[in-house]
């Protein structure tokens, strides 16, 4: 279970795919630790009403199937972040990280020191029969900082923030930076996918690589093709709607009604 495989797969440039835990239910989330393939799975608390607390059990759970609890925290601050990791995340997404500046608070908020300033008490270890020193002590090269790009301004200062150590993945979110190029909701535009397109060559050299989420497969491959690493695919509760509405239609067309 410690560490998560998660770190070393970026670090040996595998693929590594996902998906979103659609709610925070412990029954769900056994579901997916024992019946998915996934390297990990996305707790959202951007855009849902969850919190740390409402976590409970779920990243232990997945730890010990060896996927990757990769929590999505609500804004760039250390309480959110210390919080996730505290709790057993192996990775944690920061949002609308804009600039260099707030690259570098990212950093200094998710390492302990040397590399930065987040404060030492872990809770999961506990709870998981995890040795708690040797949590501490390695949770600097165990764990994994993603970054989000989505916005014009990021894009601006992308091979500087490429250039900082502490982070793993750039991960491009698609729908924000739609609005801040001026497209807000078309994802498909040309200035959204020129970025897109070209984010993995940016990243060459770098050690980093580019991840995004989608929910359409086929465009999941397209962006596999163009060099992303790193990939959510949609949530099991829309694919699995979208599967009984089609079998609904096929069996009224059947029935002729």
């Keep these: 279970m410690y560490p998560n495989p998660l770190k070393q797969k970026i670090q040996d440039g595998k693929l590594v795919l996902g998906t979103a835990i659609p709610t925070h239910d412990i029954r769900v989330a056994a579901a997916l630790a024992f019946d998915s393939t996934a390297d990990f799975i996305w707790i959202d608390q951007e855009h849902s009403p ?4 409402d976590m409970e059990m779920i990243p232990i759970i997945l730890r010990q199937q060896g996927i990757a609890p990769m929590v999505r925290v609500p804004w760039n601050d250390p309480t959110h972040i210390k919080k996730a990791f505290d709790a057993g995340a192996s990775a944690v997404m920061v949002p609308q990280i804009n600039n260099v500046e707030e690259a570098k608070l990212a950093i200094q908020y998710a390492k302990y020191p040397p590399l930065g300033n987040r404060g030492i008490s872990p809770t999961w270890p506990a709870l998981a029969g995890e040795d708690f020193i040797d949590v501490i002590n390695s ?3 165990e764990t994994v900082l993603i970054l989000q790009l989505e916005s014009e301004e990021h894009y601006s200062q992308v091979d500087d923030i490429l250039a900082l150590d502490g982070f793993d993945v750039l991960l491009v979110g698609p729908m924000d930076l739609s609005a801040s190029l001026g497209v807000m909701t078309d994802m498909q535009n040309p200035k959204v ?15 980093k690589i580019i991840g995004t989420t989608l929910g359409d497969p086929e465009e999941i491959r397209q962006k596999v093709d ?14 699995g709607i979208s599967f009984i509405n089609d079998r609904f239609v096929e069996y009224r067309d059947q029935a002729g009604n």
């Excluded at 969850?50 to 607390?53: D, H, S, V, Y």
């Excluded at 996918?193 to 050690?207: F, L, N």
């Excluded at 163009?226 to 694919?239: A, I, M």
């Design 226 to 239: 163009w060099g992303y690493k790193f990939l959510n695919l949609g949530s099991p509760l829309g694919f």
């Design 193 to 207: 996918q020129k970025i897109m397109e070209e984010m993995p060559k940016r990243a060459e050299g770098s050690g």
């Design 139 to 141: 949770a600097n090269d």
């Design 50 to 53: 969850f919190g740390p607390r």
